[in-house]
C-alpha cells in the first residue's frame, strides 16, 4: 500500500463540517492542538480502495484572512502543510456566502472536492442545484450530500480517491477572473515575483494577498530575492486600485469575489418563488422572545448548573470513597515507608483529588454539546451579549462565568466556545474570581466564627464581591493587556437542529479527555511537592514529650477508675451491714442497682474527660510537628508578607495549603488549632479556637476576602496553562490575584483598624 | 505575550465614513426591510460583514432585538445574523417595507 494521502477539510462554522469528517473517519479519531495555539486539531482516518487516507479537520472560517487564530491556522495548514486533496464543505441553503471561502480555497490552488452539505435543508427552502456546471464553473467536482444521514459520503470517497488518481474530469484548475483594473495589478505583481530568485510556488495568490495588505503573506516570501521592487510594484498596485474604486484594495477585491459568486450561482440555482417554512425563527419567536428571552434563558443555566453539580455530586461521592478507601486500604497493606507515602498519600491522593472533577466534567462538556448542537448556543450569545459586552466580552462568555461558581476549572476549560483567543484568555483570567463550590465551607467557619449573626450577609457579600472584581478586573484587561483584539460580533444564528447523540457523546469525550491527559501530569507534580512539604524533615524536635505526656494522662485516668471503683465497694459493705430483710439478697436490691448505675456513668464520665485529655495532647503534637515540617517553616517563612494584613503564621499556612484546594484551609486550620484534621466548618472546638487565637472579626474579613481572591487552586492554576497555552499568563493570573488579594486585604485591615472598626 | 496583540492594534486601517446621511441599520425597527446603501467603520468590520455574506445592496429584515434591546437580528438572504446595534449604526439603509 502506498503512503497515506493528506485530505483537508475545510468550511464555515456551521457547515456541518464536523459532520463529514465524522461521517468519513468514523471514530478512529485523534484531537489535540494546533502547534503553538489552543484551537482543536482533529484528525481521522479512512481507507478507500486499499488507500488510506489522513483526514485534518480545520477549523471552521468564513474567510483565509488572518482575522482569528483559526483563520491564520487553516491557511498555513493548505500553504505550508501542502495537503494532496482540500474537502471543502458548503452549506448547499447558504451557497453564496458558503462560495466566498471557496473562491479563496481555489486561488491557493490545492487539489479540492466540495462537498455540498444539507442538500435536504436546501431543497426545503425550494433552491434547485446544478452541481454538474456548479463543478465545472468552480473548477472542483460538486458532490451533492446529506450529512446527518450519510448520503453521499461513499461518492464523496470515490471523488477524493479520483482526484488524487488524476481521473476526474472536473478537476482542472480555473482562477477567479477580477475586473480588467484589478487584473492588470495583478498581472504587475505577478511579473516583479517570477522575474525575482526563488519566486512563491502560487505566484498569483500571493499577488492577490499582496493587493489584499495581508502583513502575514511576507512570512512566505522570505526567501524571495528581490523585496524591495515587490514592496514598490505592490504599493504602486494598490494606490491605482483604491484610486479607481474608490475604497481600500481589500474591499475591493472582496467584492469582486463576490460578483464572480454571484454569476456563478445564478447560473447554476433556481430557487422556487414559494416562501420556505423557517422553522428556526418560529421556536426563536420563543425562545429569544423579548418577555420570555431572560427566563427561559435563566432555566437553562440553571438546569446545567443543577445537572452538572447536582447529579454530578453522587459519582463524585462514590469516587471520593473509593480514593478513601484504596488510600486507607493500601496504608494497611504496606510498611509505613516514604515510598508508601509518596504513591498513596502524594500521587493517589493527589491525582484522587482532581478524579472527583471528572463527572462534573463530563456532564458539563456534554451539556454544553447540546447547547452547541442544536444551536441554541448562538441564542445564548445573543440574549446576554449586551451585559458581557461591558467587559469587552463577547456574549457567550456568560456561559463559563456562571459555570465558575460551580467549579472554576470546567469553567475554564468551557471557555473553548469562544471563538477568539482573547475573548477565550480574557473570560480565562476573570473566571478564578467567581467564587466556587470550594471556597464555600471557609466562609461558613470563619463567617460563623466572627459574624455570627449576619453570616448569610457576609458570604453572600463575598460572592458579590467576587463578581464586582470580575467585572472591574474585565474592564482593565480588555483596556490594557488585552487591548486592541476585540473584534466585531457579527454572530451568525445558525438553524435550530436535533442533536445525534452520536455527535454529542464524541465531543464530551474529545473535550473531557484532554482534561484528563494533560491536567494529570501537572496535578500529579503538583500533589507530590505538597506532599513533600508536609512529610520532611522526618526528624522533628518537639518542645514537650508527648509520649511522656499521653502515658501519664493513661495513669491518672486508670488511678480515678480504681479510686471510682474502691469507692464503690465501700458503699456495697456499707450497704450489706445495713441491709436487713432476708427475702431477696442484697444484689437484687434496688439500692444495689442505683450504687452500680452511679458507679458506670462516673466512670463513663471520667473516661470521656480523659479521652478528651488524650486527644489535646495528640492534637498539640500534630501542630507542633506540621509547624516543624517544611510547610510550618513556610507558613513562618512568609508571616512578614501577611504581617501587614493583620494574620499569622497559621493564616499563612492555610493560604498555602489552601493553594492546593481551597477546602484545605477549613482541615489546616483543624491541625493548627489542635482539633484534628477531620474538623468540619461547623466544629465548635474550631470556631471557639479562631476566635481566641487573636483574630478580630476585622482581620477575619481581610482573610475571607483574601481566600476569595487569591488564586483558587492548583487543578485551576493548571487549567488556565491549558487552556492559555502560556506560562505566561498563568504567571500574570496567579500574581495578579495573589497582589489584589494582598491588597484588599491590607486595605480592609489598615483603614479598618484606623476606625477601630469591627475590633 | 503582550506584543502579538499590540501588533494587531497597529494594523487597524483608517475608519470609512458614511458620506450619507439619513436612515441607518440601527434606525429599523423589528419587522422592516431596508436596503444596504453603504457600509462603515473599520475596514476589519466591512471586511468582517462581506465575509459574512452583507454587501452593499443587499436586502435586510430585522428580525427583532434582543431582550436587552441589543444586538438586533438581521435576515439576510435567507438566514440569521446578530450585529451590535453600533455596528449596525455604521450602515446605511433605505427603508423598502415599513412596519405598521
Not at chain 1, 484551537?39 to 477549523?59: A, S
Not at chain 1, 466566498?100 to 426545503?124: C, H, K, S, Y
Not at chain 1, 425550494?126 to 460538486?142: C, M, N, R, S, Y
Not at chain 1, 414559494?274 to 422553522?279: A, F, G, H, I, S
Request: glycine share 8%; hydrophobic share 45%.
Amino acid at each position: 500500500m502506498s503512503r497515506a494521502l493528506t485530505v483537508a477539510v475545510a468550511g464555515n462554522p456551521n457547515c456541518g463540517k464536523t459532520t463529514i469528517f465524522n461521517a468519513l473517519t468514523g471514530t478512529r479519531q485523534h484531537v489535540g492542538n494546533w502547534p503553538g495555539v489552543t484551537v482543536e486539531r482533529k484528525e481521522g482516518r479512512f481507507v478507500h480502495n486499499e488507500q488510506t487516507y489522513k483526514v485534518i479537520d480545520l477549523p471552521g472560517t468564513y474567510s483565509l484572512s488572518t482575522y482569528s487564530v483559526e483563520e491564520l491556522v487553516a491557511r498555513d495548514f493548505i500553504v505550508q502543510s501542502e495537503p494532496d486533496i482540500i474537502v471543502n464543505v458548503v452549506d448547499a441553503s447558504n451557497l453564496e456566502r458558503n462560495l466566498f471561502l471557496t473562491t479563496q480555497l481555489i486561488e491557493i490552488g490545492r487539489p479540492m472536492v466540495i462537498a455540498l452539505n444539507m442538500m435536504d435543508m436546501a431543497r426545503e427552502k425550494g433552491l434547485e442545484i446544478d452541481t454538474e456546471t456548479l463543478g465545472v464553473l468552480l473548477g472542483a467536482p460538486v458532490v451533492p450530500i446529506v450529512g446527518r444521514t450519510g448520503e453521499g459520503i461513499d461518492v464523496l470517497k470515490e471523488k477524493i480517491h479520483r482526484i488524487q488518481a488524476h481521473t476526474s474530469q472536473k478537476a482542472r484548475h480555473i482562477d477567479i477572473q477580477y475586473h480588467r483594473d484589478i487584473e492588470t495589478q495583478i498581472e504587475a505583481i505577478s511579473r516583479v515575483l517570477e522575474q525575482g530568485e526563488v519566486p512563491p510556488i502560487n505566484v498569483r495568490w500571493v499577488a492577490v494577498k499582496l493587493l489584499e495588505k495581508d502583513e502575514r503573506i511576507w512570512e512566505y516570501l522570505e526567501a524571495f530575492s528581490d523585496k524591495e521592487k515587490l514592496r514598490q510594484t505592490t504599493a504602486e498596485a494598490i494606490h491605482q486600485i483604491e484610486k479607481i474604486y474608490q475604497d481600500t484594495s481589500r474591499a475591493a477585491i472582496s467584492h469582486a469575489r463576490y460578483g464572480f459568486l454571484r454569476g456563478a450561482t445564478q447560473e447554476c440555482v433556481r430557487s422556487s418563488t414559494t416562501e420556505p417554512v423557517d422553522y428556526s425563527r418560529k421556536i426563536d419567536k420563543v425562545l429569544t422572545n423579548r418577555l420570555f428571552g431572560l427566563p427561559i434563558f435563566a432555566l437553562f443555566m440553571w438546569l446545567m448548573f443543577v445537572l452538572t453539580f447536582d447529579l454530578g455530586a453522587y459519582p463524585m461521592d462514590w469516587i471520593d470513597a473509593g480514593i478513601s478507601w484504596l488510600v486507607n486500604s493500601l496504608h494497611g497493606l504496606f510498611p509505613d515507608t516514604m515510598l508508601t507515602s509518596l504513591v498513596v498519600d502524594g500521587m493517589i491522593g493527589g491525582v484522587g483529588a482532581i478524579a472527583v472533577f471528572l463527572p462534573n466534567i463530563f456532564i458539563l462538556f456534554f451539556v454544553i454539546a447540546i447547547l452547541e448542537d442544536s444551536g441554541y448556543m448562538a441564542r445564548m450569545a445573543f440574549i446576554m451579549d449586551r451585559v458581557m459586552h461591558t467587559m469587552g466580552l463577547h456574549g457567550k462568555a456568560f456561559i463559563p462565568l456562571v459555570m465558575g461558581f460551580g467549579c472554576n476549572v470546567p469553567a475554564i476549560m468551557g471557555t473553548r466556545i469562544l471563538e477568539s483567543r482573547r475573548d477565550r484568555i480574557l473570560t480565562t483570567l476573570i473566571n478564578p474570581f467567581m467564587s466556587c463550590s470550594a471556597r464555600l465551607p471557609v466562609y461558613i467557619l470563619v463567617a460563623g466564627a466572627f459574624f455570627p449573626e449576619n453570616a448569610g450577609t457576609v458570604i453572600f457579600s463575598m460572592y458579590v464581591l467576587g463578581v464586582v472584581v470580575a467585572i472591574i478586573s474585565g474592564k482593565l484587561f480588555s483596556k490594557t493587556v488585552l487591548h486592541g483584539m476585540s473584534k466585531p460580533f457579527v454572530l451568525e444564528l445558525p438553524p435550530y437542529q436535533k442533536p445525534k447523540i452520536s455527535s454529542l457523546l464524541l465531543h464530551t469525550w474529545e473535550r473531557g479527555q484532554v482534561f484528563i491527559r494533560k491536567m494529570g501530569s501537572v496535578i500529579l507534580v503538583g500533589s507530590i511537592i505538597v506532599w513533600a512539604l508536609g512529610y520532611f524533615p522526618r526528624e522533628v524536635q518537639l518542645s514537650q514529650d508527648y509520649v511522656a505526656q499521653s502515658a501519664q494522662v493513661r495513669q491518672e485516668w486508670k488511678s480515678q477508675e480504681s479510686v471510682i471503683e474502691q469507692a464503690f465497694h465501700a458503699s456495697v459493705e456499707k450497704g450489706k451491714q445495713q441491709y436487713v430483710s432476708a427475702m431477696v439478697p442484697f444484689e437484687s436490691s434496688g439500692h444495689y442497682k442505683e450504687l452500680v448505675a452511679q458507679r458506670d456513668s462516673l466512670q463513663s464520665q471520667t473516661g470521656t474527660v480523659y479521652q478528651e485529655k488524650l486527644q489535646k495532647v495528640d492534637y498539640t503534637r500534630q501542630a507542633e510537628t506540621m509547624s516543624q515540617k517544611w510547610i510550618g517553616k513556610m507558613g513562618k517563612l512568609i508571616e512578614p508578607l501577611v504581617a501587614p494584613l493583620g494574620f499569622t503564621w497559621r493564616e499563612g499556612v492555610a493560604l498555602v495549603t489552601g493553594f492546593v484546594a481551597k477546602e484545605i484551609v477549613v482541615s489546616t486550620y483543624g491541625v493548627l488549632f489542635g482539633v484534628g484534621a477531620d474538623a468540619n466548618e461547623e466544629n465548635a472546638g474550631i470556631l471557639t479556637s479562631l476566635r481566641n487565637s487573636g483574630m478580630t472579626p476585622l482581620i477575619g474579613l481581610g482573610f475571607l476576602v483574601f481566600v476569595l481572591l487569591y488564586t483558587p487552586c492548583l487543578a485551576t492554576m493548571a487549567a488556565i496553562r491549558r487552556e492559555t497555552g502560556s506560562w505566561g499568563w498563568t504567571t500574570f493570573s496567579v500574581v495578579y490575584s495573589l497582589l489584589l488579594a494582598w491588597i484588599l486585604a491590607f486595605g480592609i485591615y489598615q483603614i479598618g483598624s484606623a476606625f477601630q472598626w469591627l475590633s | 505575550m503582550f506584543s502579538r496583540f499590540k501588533n494587531r492594534m497597529n494594523t487597524t486601517a483608517p475608519r470609512h465614513r458614511l458620506t450619507q446621511g439619513g436612515l441607518r441599520l440601527s434606525d429599523l425597527r423589528s419587522g422592516e426591510k431596508a436596503r444596504i446603501l453603504e457600509i462603515g467603520g473599520s475596514e476589519q468590520f466591512r471586511i468582517r460583514l462581506m465575509e459574512m455574506g452583507l454587501l452593499v445592496n443587499d436586502i435586510v429584515e430585522v428580525d427583532k432585538y434582543a431582550p436587552l434591546m441589543d444586538p438586533m437580528e438581521l435576515i439576510v438572504k435567507g438566514y440569521h445574523l446578530s450585529l451590535r446595534r453600533m455596528d449596525a449604526e455604521k450602515i446605511a439603509v433605505e427603508l423598502i417595507e415599513r412596519n405598521e
